[in-house]
């Protein structure tokens, strides 16, 4: 199908004397038209920057949706600025089906099109501009079809993440039809998950998946909630022995149960083997760079009492957006278990600024123990430290315990003297009740303080 495009595309550069480029309506690069000549200043550098990444930048697209693109229904001309590296004027064709726009062809324009004649203002266009908007057209019908049956797939694949154990194979199957019936996908195969977090899903319209070399569905899920509890208490009491009880503990009562969260999405990606994850690497940067990812809406916010900016005062605030890469699997079953592997993965990335904005759950050291807690009130002894007054001596708390209880390198670390360090630590012995010379206090700290910041 994406042959397909790059046809239309040269259809339209040709019945124009243009070169033309298809973006989806995130901006991420579909087609393009070949461009001759050595002129810098005629290619422009958006154009260029757009082909060599795939993508244009936040800044480019927030300049040419000012013009009105996402509501055009017409061809439309954006004036050059140099100012904005953009040397060039531009006619955007909106890509278009049933009223939904899909995308845009952006035709660079030397000075040959100045005077041709959009259609506006009552006066009929130019038929060239006329005859690419048809074609214009035929591209949003191939984007809309392409659309419907990622959705159809990501809905299977959303109901397979969210069923409980006995649901599962169904639902496994169902999905196995799918991907081998609409993406010639054999059974078998690799996959992974990756999870973007938090996802925008105000915008109800559908769109296309980027063009992404094994990318084969998406969908949004709550990031956590009683879907996700219900989903490790299942599992839990699936292993734990009969009669034991809920998850192995009889008397225990009911479980923490996590605040609903904002929503994040879920990329399945296929890969050449279980254990090479850099098509899941590329699908997650480049998911990270839409203008849905990092963004929550009001009502999310609302959701949950307020967007938290991070763990305990004093510490760096949560990432914008993260995203987190599941371990490759075979068995389309094992996915819901993938999923939360993913989906901790990024938790732990916000969270952590050394993790990167995208990792993988095999990464995750000691937080692939602690995004398994419970999303529940920290310990007695080491809440009064996490409130706002005490952010100082939480975070030198945190650095002396990563610093494995050295005092010189935490010193060092902090950028403090040592006899300052000794006052905190000494401060932070009398608010928690805990003997840092302890090792399971230490153990008890630390821990405290690294799921505080999840």
């Known amino acids: 199908m994406r042959g397909d495009y790059q046809q239309l595309v040269d259809e339209i550069s040709a019945a124009l004397g243009a070169p033309a480029t298809l973006e989806d309506r995130d901006f991420g690069l579909i087609a393009f038209g070949a461009h001759e000549g050595d002129d810098d200043e005629v290619m422009d550098p958006v154009r260029t920057r757009s082909i060599l990444q795939r993508r244009s930048s936040a800044a480019v697209r927030a300049w040419f949706e000012a013009f009105g693109i996402a509501r055009a229904r017409t061809a439309l001309r954006i004036p050059p600025d140099p100012a904005a590296g953009v040397f060039k004027g531009r006619i955007c064709l909106p890509v278009r089906h049933r009223g939904v726009v899909h995308g845009y062809v952006w035709l660079l324009d030397d000075g040959h099109l100045t005077d041709l004649e959009l259609g506006s203002r009552g006066a009929p266009p130019d038929p060239r501009i006329a005859q690419a908007m048809e074609t214009a057209a035929r591209i949003g019908a191939l984007l809309a079809d392409e659309a419907r049956a990622g959705s159809e797939i990501g809905d299977l694949l959303r109901e397979l993440l969210a069923a409980p154990p006995s649901g599962r194979p169904a639902a496994a199957a169902a999905l196995s039809d799918a991907l081998r019936d609409s993406l010639r996908s054999t059974p078998g195969i690799p996959l992974t998950l990756v999870a973007v977090l938090p996802w925008d899903t105000s915008d109800t319209d559908v769109a296309p998946l980027p063009s992404l070399p094994g990318l084969l569905a998406a969908c949004a899920l709550p990031a956590g909630g009683p879907a996700l509890a219900a989903g490790r208490a299942d599992e839990a009491d699936a292993a734990a022995p009969p009669g034991s009880g809920p998850a192995g503990r009889a008397g225990t009562g009911a479980r ?36 849905r990812a990092g963004a929550v809406p009001a009502e999310g916010r609302a959701a949950r009492g307020g967007a938290r900016p991070g763990g305990p005062a004093g510490h760096p605030p949560l990432r914008p957006g993260a995203a987190g890469i599941g371990a490759g699997t075979q068995e389309l079953a094992d996915l819901p278990a993938t999923w939360r592997e993913a989906l901790d993965a990024a938790r732990a990335a916000r969270a952590e600024p050394r993790l990167g904005p995208v990792t993988q759950w095999d990464a995750l050291g000691p937080y692939r123990m602690l ?9 007695p002894a080491v809440g009064p430290l996490l409130t706002p007054a005490h952010a100082e001596l939480a975070r030198t708390a945190e650095v002396f315990l990563d610093c494995a209880g050295q005092a010189s390198r935490t010193a060092q670390a902090l950028g403090i003297h040592r006899q300052t360090l000794y006052y905190r630590l000494g401060r932070v012995e009398k608010l928690t009740g805990l003997d840092l010379d302890d090792g399971e206090h230490r153990l008890l700290l630390h821990m405290a303080l690294k799921a505080a910041r999840l």
């Open 371 to 379: 995004t398994a807690l419970p999303d529940s009130a920290p310990d």
């Open 256 to 291: 923490p149960q996590p605040a609903a969260a904002a929503p994040a999405l879920a990329a399945l990606v296929r890969l050449r083997s279980a254990g090479a994850l850099a098509p899941a690497h590329a699908v997650a940067e480049h998911l990270l760079r839409s203008p």
